[in-house]
Nanobody, 123 residues
């Protein structure tokens, strides 16, 4: 089992920045891909960004060029630097993990989820 703890959510003005962190614990030696999903108001969960064990990132088109994901394997932690925030980024952000190294943007690919952290962006 893997436990995930997110931190760093909060409020920002449009155009501003926030940084999310997610620390994994438990069976961390089995962790493959790590990433972030989000649930925007009235919408289904969607993939935001992910990173494999060797640091290769993947991004949703909606955040490319604005968000940066990074990973520290020694700390079993990933980060999501969110710049140029938009009101449409407002939602709950979830850290996710799968035990396979290959990454995916599919919700069902990730069996381990954090509790989520709220990101609020005001215009």
């Amino acid at each position: 089992q893997v436990q995930l703890a997110e931190s760093g959510g909060g409020s920002a003005q449009a155009g501003g920045s926030l940084r999310l962190s997610c620390a994994a614990s438990g069976s961390t030696d089995r962790i493959g891909c790590m990433g972030w999903f989000r649930r925007l108001p009235g919408k289904e969960r969607e993939g935001v960004a992910n990173v494999d064990k060797i640091g290769r990132p993947g991004y949703a088109d909606s955040v490319k060029g604005r968000f940066t994901i990074s990973r520290d394997n020694a700390k079993n932690t990933i980060y999501l630097q969110m710049d140029s925030l938009k009101p449409e980024d407002d939602g709950i952000y979830y850290c996710v993990v799968r035990l396979y190294s290959a990454c995916s943007m599919l919700v069902d690919s990730f069996p381990f989820w954090g509790r989520g952290t709220q990101v609020t962006v005001s215009s």
